[in-house]
Structure formats: structure tokens, C-alpha cells
């Protein structure tokens, strides 16, 4: 039976992960909160790894604003702590997957970024999760396996999906920014994702490096916005485009976050779902008290 230690076992992600986890039969799961594994301390990081078989990383700091004047305090979860991970892992063993983001690319591409493209983050979160790729792909060069995602939504935890139906309670037009385009991606397929990695890792069909775990197609914030209301049954006009400069924020968003999915294929394995047919999985499926029903 493999052993596998999943750290940031308390956050949307690592919330799913540990339940799709469980409902194996031949995995043993050490689950970690934040409260229950410090990863910034190397000491508590090389005692928890030691043992196990895979270690899946989905602890972040995630306040993308936050890290903006706090980048040091980001640097140290989202990279030094990585390294202690992976260097824990190669001291023992194990292998690992890591989850990272969209940021690290500049967001100004015009078709999607292979997982080979160049890196070129434009904000303080962006360049402390490339800390971590760049530590898991010196350390773990044979064992590690890095995940990039971005526009989570899933029913533990704020995102903007449960925002738009809030909002939709509270207000009779809800102004959208149309000039981001991402891929829309439920947190509970991407862990269905990784479980089939760990799978294929474990049994050496899946090559280290990067992976994009983010959903098919694209969309914006504005149309995704469409898109929940539509599902929900309520009118999609009440949601009307702007643009980026009307809402400032401290840390620059890309303008471009959609990313290509060659990777999984050489692992024998299918790429996500287009984020309409997983939108609408989640919205049927999830709590109603989550996604507000």
C-alpha cells in the first residue's frame, strides 16, 4: 500500500484532494493542515516526509495582493518551504507533486503557454511560487512533478464563483471584468487529476516535470460570470463587461492565463474537462450552502 502525506490539507484544494484520497481503499493518507505541519520549518518537514511514498504539496500562501508588500513572508511558504519539501523527498526518497499557479508566466501571450514556456512572472506571488518550481526541479530532478492551476473555484473556501451567486442576492447588475481570459477550473476534477498522477508517477509512467492542471477551453471573468447565472436559472444580462483599470489592484492579474495541456498525454493521461461541462458538474453537485442555491 503506497504512503502518501498531503500538506496544506485545510485550503479548497487540499480539502478535495484528501476526500478523493480517501475513497481509495489502497492508499494510506497522512493529511497536514497548516496548524499541523509548519512547512517553513526544515526539521518538522524532514520528520513528517520521512516514510512516505509521495508527498503532495498544495500548501501556498495564496493573498496574491498581500504578497505585493509581504514578498519575503510569500517567498518563504510558497519557495523556501518548497525546497525543504523537496529536499526532504530526495533525502528520503519520495516523490513529490507541487502545486503551482498561472502567475508565473507575464500574461501577455496570445495563444497558450506550453509547459515548457518561459517563465517571466509580473507580480511579488507570481515570483515566489517560481522559488518553489525552480526548487523542485533542481532537487527532485527525476521525482518531482510541478502542477500549474489557476482560477480555482470548488465548495471550501472564497472564489469567484460562490462570489457571483452571493452577489446575485444582493444586487440587481454586477459589473465583470471582460479583459482576462483564463480557464475556469473546479477544484474537485483537479484533484480527481492528481490522484491519476500520483497513479502514474508512482508507477513510473509519468516523467517529472510540468503539468498544467488547469480546465479545456477559455472564457473570461465576464463570461464565466455568464455562464454561473445562466446555470443557476437567473438572467445572464444582469452582467454587464468592464475592464481591468476600473478595479485597481496592488498586484498586476495577466491578462492571458490560458495554458496548453500537451504533457498529459505522454503520461496516458486526458487533460481536464472544458470548464462549461465541469462548471455545470459543480454547480450540480456542490453544496448548496457553498455555491449559494
Not at 476600473?246 to 495554458?259: C, D, G, N
Amino acid at each position: 500500500m503506497s504512503r502518501l502525506l498531503v500538506t496544506g490539507a485545510g485550503g479548497m484544494l487540499g480539502r478535495d484532494l484528501v476526500a478523493v484520497l480517501n475513497s481509495r481503499g489502497d492508499l494510506s493518507v497522512r493529511a497536514t493542515t497548516r496548524a499541523e505541519l509548519d512547512i517553513t520549518d526544515p526539521q518538522a518537514v524532514r520528520a513528517a516526509v520521512t516514510g512516505y511514498d509521495m508527498v503532495i504539496n498544495t500548501a501556498a500562501w495564496t493573498d496574491v495582493d498581500g504578497a505585493e508588500t509581504q514578498e519575503e513572508a510569500a517567498t518563504a511558504v510558497n519557495g523556501h518551504a518548497v525546497a525543504h519539501l523537496a529536499g526532504a523527498c530526495a533525502a528520503t526518497g519520495a516523490r513529490m507533486i507541487h502545486i503551482s499557479t498561472d502567475y508565473v508566466f507575464s500574461g501577455d501571450a496570445t495563444e497558450p503557454y506550453a509547459e515548457d514556456a518561459a517563465t517571466f512572472p509580473n507580480s511579488a506571488y507570481g515570483r515566489s511560487k517560481l522559488v518553489g518550481e525552480l526548487a523542485v526541479t533542481r532537487l527532485l530532478p527525476d521525482t518531482g512533478h510541478i502542477v500549474r492551476t489557476g482560477w480555482l473555484y470548488g465548495e471550501h473556501g472564497s472564489n469567484f464563483v460562490a462570489t457571483m451567486l452571493r452577489l446575485a442576492g444582493q444586487r440587481e447588475h454586477l459589473d465583470v471584468v471582460d479583459d482576462q481570459r483564463g480557464q475556469p477550473t473546479w477544484s474537485h476534477e483537479l484533484a480527481e487529476q492528481l490522484v491519476a498522477l500520483t497513479d502514474a508517477a508512482l508507477a513510473g509512467r509519468a516523467a517529472p516535470g510540468v503539468y498544467h492542471g488547469t480546465a479545456s477551453g477559455q472564457t473570461t471573468w465576464y463570461g464565466l460570470a455568464r455562464a454561473v447565472f445562466t446555470l443557476r436559472g437567473l438572467d445572464a444580462d444582469r452582467i454587464r463587461p468592464t475592464t481591468s483599470d476600473r478595479y485597481r489592484r496592488p498586484a498586476r492579474r495577466p491578462a492571458y492565463s490560458v495554458l496548453a495541456h500537451d504533457r498529459w498525454a505522454a503520461a496516458d493521461l486526458r487533460p481536464l474537462a472544458d470548464w462549461r461541462s465541469a462548471l455545470a458538474r459543480a454547480l450540480d453537485t456542490v453544496s448548496p450552502e457553498a455555491f449559494g442555491r
